[in-house]
């Protein structure tokens, strides 16, 4: 939220009495390893986030926001650093949606 313009309050700060409360519902978030026929393995990230509540930093509708990020890489091994990796291009994916919200 920070990194889209928002200013984020914690209890213990002056403004968080006039903060907007914003609501946030982690719907899915995933990361997994599969295999893929006899020779191909993959790694996939998947992240589905729900903003709600007064929306008018970023829209002037009260309708939430769903944020949907995938990432994935196939390969002939995958180990668990393919899918630390997979895991931290799927963050950064997340982040980066955040960031990109429309700020009015």
């Known amino acids: ?5 928002c200013r984020v309050a914690r209890e213990d700060d002056p403004e968080y009495d006039d903060a907007t409360p914003l609501k946030v519902d982690i719907e899915e ?4 390893k599969e ?3 006899l020779t191909n393995m993959g790694s996939y990230f998947r992240a589905v986030i729900r903003l709600s509540g007064p929306m008018e930093p970023f829209n002037d509708s009260s ?9 994935g890489i196939r390969a002939a091994i995958i180990d668990w650093s393919s899918v630390r990796l997979v ?5 950064r994916k997340l982040v980066d949606a955040v960031a990109s919200l429309p700020v009015e």
């Open 63 to 71: 309708k939430p926001i769903i944020l949907d990020v995938d990432a």
């Open 29 to 32: 978030f995933w990361v997994w």
């Open 1 to 5: 939220m920070r990194l889209a313009g």
């Open 35 to 37: 295999t893929i026929g």
């Open 87 to 91: 895991f931290r291009k799927g963050v």
